[in-house]
């Protein structure tokens, strides 16, 4: 059975199952696996074949192992991806000799992030059923995680949902992507204030949890969960093998955030995916761009962009990173995150750790303007729209690429529908909707107006659970 690590070292070893319910471990580190499964090129050659769901299963199953019983795995994948909107679940995209964009946007919401929580909504549901136990899951969100975790929760009966935005501060598709779901157990909460208020309510809840009546306690969907992890190393694996890997290398360039779904990619090439360049894509809220070329971690102010989902202060997996580049020592990386997240100084790595992560990491920082030029230049050359975050993958692979007989891949994060600020700046008309979302405009919405006041919220939410 597969065991599981904090990075900082003096915290329990647990099972998938419980990393699964915990979230942050006791020391304030990620879990990690133990040991990471290794195949050999002649191993990941004999899935070249396989559909995307047996592939997932394959490459997902010894994470899960003990936990999670194969065919109960194998009806929990199949379920998931039928919910897709294109057979390919994840299609590879064209858009210059050896150039290509992953659709990973086929989902009920329309980005990469529904892979991780359709999966992580019915594996909770059913390791829930056996404990005999219920959940209430919250979480803030500016706009694409919420409706994800939304969509992944809809169908669970041991679990209730409740979802904070900023009232009237995220675009009308995602509002409504969140609020016209049908489900008992979902609450979507309209906070009359900005999404830091509304973060700040949900780290304040999962601090002190008596708010919640009978047995019930949190859990966390964001994107430290190891779940959510493990499901996008899946599309690595399938997008390599559909361009002649493993015998020849990829690159892959991501649209970076937190830092989950490169680290993805990253752990598919610990497993023995040829991957010959990772490139950490951020838009001005570059952390890690700055670390990465100068050696000088400093937070900064958050800023509000075009690329919302990419807009954070601080990349919580880079952790995970870090840990290896420490060589597992919790200790040292105690040390280390301790100076990191004390944010008065400039950190600096040691220059042989860094040097390690330049070897396989290139990173670059993209403004507006290049992601709005970007998405214009790549139009023009395919007719292909691309959604801005992409867009900033598709220029930093540009910038970085390393060698041109690779095959470089772009992780294409979401549907251009999702961004209209940016698709106008660029100056396109709207895509319609896919199918299966054309009449979002006209479903019903059901969501609660509440003030920013943590007690009435905690009042609201232990109502609503123990009915
Ligand atoms: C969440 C998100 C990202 C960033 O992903 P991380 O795993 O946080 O790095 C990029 N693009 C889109 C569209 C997203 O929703």
Same mark, same amino acid.
């Given at each position: 059975?597969?065991?599981?690590?904090?990075?900082?070292?003096?915290?329990?070893?647990?099972?998938?199952?419980?990393?699964?319910?915990?979230?942050?471990?006791?020391?304030?580190?990620?879990?990690?696996?133990?040991?990471?499964?290794?195949?050999?090129?002649?191993?990941?050659?004999?899935?070249?074949?396989?559909?995307?769901?047996?592939?997932?299963?394959?490459?997902?199953?010894?994470?899960?192992?003990?936990?999670?019983?194969?065919?109960?795995?194998?009806?929990?994948?199949?379920?998931?991806?039928?919910?897709?909107?294109?057979?390919?679940?994840?299609?590879?995209?064209?858009?210059?000799?050896?150039?290509?964009?992953?659709?990973?946007?086929?989902?009920?919401?329309?980005?990469?992030?529904?892979?991780?929580?359709?999966?992580?909504?019915?594996?909770?549901?059913?390791?829930?059923?056996?404990?005999?136990?219920?959940?209430?899951?919250?979480?803030?969100?500016?706009?694409?995680?919420?409706?994800?975790?939304?969509?992944?929760?809809?169908?669970?009966?041991?679990?209730?949902?409740?979802?904070?935005?900023?009232?009237?501060?995220?675009?009308?598709?995602?509002?409504?992507?969140?609020?016209?779901?049908?489900?008992?157990?979902?609450?979507?909460?309209?906070?009359?204030?900005?999404?830091?208020?509304?973060?700040?309510?949900?780290?304040?809840?999962?601090?002190?949890?008596?708010?919640?009546?009978?047995?019930?306690?949190?859990?966390?969907?964001?994107?430290?969960?190891?779940?959510?992890?493990?499901?996008?190393?899946?599309?690595?694996?399938?997008?390599?093998?559909?361009?002649?890997?493993?015998?020849?290398?990829?690159?892959?360039?991501?649209?970076?955030?937190?830092?989950?779904?490169?680290?993805?990619?990253?752990?598919?090439?610990?497993?023995?995916?040829?991957?010959?360049?990772?490139?950490?894509?951020?838009?001005?809220?570059?952390?890690?761009?700055?670390?990465?070329?100068?050696?000088?971690?400093?937070?900064?102010?958050?800023?509000?962009?075009?690329?919302?989902?990419?807009?954070?202060?601080?990349?919580?997996?880079?952790? !995970?990173? *870090? #840990? &290896?580049? =420490?060589?597992? @020592?919790?200790?040292?990386?105690?040390?280390? +995150?301790?100076?990191?997240?004390?944010?008065?100084?400039?950190?600096?790595?040691?220059?042989?750790?860094?040097?390690?992560? !330049?070897? *396989? #990491? &290139?990173? =670059?920082?993209? @403004?507006?303007?290049?992601?709005?030029?970007? +998405?214009?230049?790549?139009?023009?050359?395919?007719?292909?729209?691309?959604?801005?975050?992409?867009?900033?993958?598709?220029?930093?692979?540009?910038?970085?690429?390393?060698?041109?007989?690779?095959?470089?891949?772009?992780?294409?994060?979401?549907?251009?529908?999702?961004?209209?600020?940016?698709?106008?700046?660029?100056?396109?008309?709207?895509?319609?909707?896919?199918?299966?979302?054309?009449?979002?405009?006209?479903?019903?919405?059901?969501?609660?107006?509440?003030?920013?006041?943590?007690?009435?919220?905690?009042?609201?939410?232990?109502?609503?659970?123990?009915?």
């Amino acid at each position: 059975m597969m065991k599981y690590i904090s990075t900082r070292g003096n915290a329990p070893e647990l099972s998938f199952e419980e990393v699964l319910l915990t979230g942050l471990a006791e020391d304030g580190g990620l879990y990690v696996p133990k040991e990471v499964p290794h195949y050999s090129l002649e191993e990941i050659a004999s899935w070249r074949d396989l559909p995307y769901t047996e592939l997932a299963h394959k490459v997902i199953y010894p994470f899960v192992e003990g936990c999670v019983e194969s065919a109960d795995l194998k009806k929990i994948l199949d379920e998931v991806y039928s919910g897709f909107g294109h057979k390919a679940v994840a299609p590879l995209q064209q858009i210059d000799h050896n150039e290509y964009v992953l659709e990973l946007f086929h989902g009920p919401t329309l980005a990469f992030k529904d892979f991780a929580l359709q999966t992580l909504g019915r594996l909770l549901d059913y390791v829930l059923e056996r404990r005999h136990e219920k959940v209430v899951i919250m979480g803030a969100t500016s706009g694409d995680t919420g409706s994800a975790a939304i969509e992944g929760t809809k169908a669970c009966r041991n679990v209730d949902i409740f979802i904070l935005h900023p009232h009237e501060k995220v675009s009308e598709v995602q509002r409504r992507q969140m609020t016209t779901v049908k489900g008992d157990n979902i609450y979507n909460i309209a906070i009359k204030g900005n999404f830091d208020d509304a973060q700040d309510m949900v780290k304040k809840s999962f601090g002190d949890q008596s708010f919640l009546r009978g047995e019930r306690k949190l859990v966390a969907v964001n994107s430290i969960n190891w779940a959510r992890i493990m499901s996008q190393i899946v599309y690595y694996f399938y997008s390599a093998l559909n361009l002649g890997g493993p015998l020849r290398p990829m690159a892959y360039s991501v649209p970076t955030g937190n830092f989950g779904d490169i680290f993805a990619g990253y752990m598919a090439k610990k497993m023995g995916l040829p991957i010959e360049q990772l490139v950490i894509a951020t838009n001005s809220n570059d952390v890690l761009h700055r670390l990465m070329s100068k050696n000088q971690y400093e937070v900064r102010p958050l800023l509000h962009t075009i690329t919302p989902s990419m807009d954070i202060a601080v990349s919580s997996n880079f952790e !995970r990173l *870090l #840990f &290896d580049l =420490y060589d597992r @020592d919790g200790k040292a990386l105690a040390d280390l +995150m301790a100076r990191m997240n004390a944010k008065q100084d400039i950190v600096s790595l040691d220059e042989e750790k860094l040097g390690k992560a !330049r070897q *396989l #990491f &290139d990173s =670059y920082a993209c @403004d507006e303007a290049s992601t709005v030029e970007t +998405m214009k230049a790549v139009y023009e050359e395919t007719g292909y729209l691309l959604d801005p975050h992409t867009a900033i993958g598709v220029k930093a692979a540009r910038e970085t690429r390393r060698n041109t007989s690779i095959p470089m891949i772009t992780l294409g994060t979401a549907h251009p529908v999702k961004f209209e600020d940016a698709v106008k700046q660029a100056g396109f008309d709207m895509p319609e909707l896919p199918h299966h979302l054309t009449d979002l405009m006209e479903r019903e919405e059901r969501l609660h107006v509440l003030p920013a006041d943590l007690d009435v919220v905690h009042e609201f939410i232990a109502e609503n659970t123990f009915k």
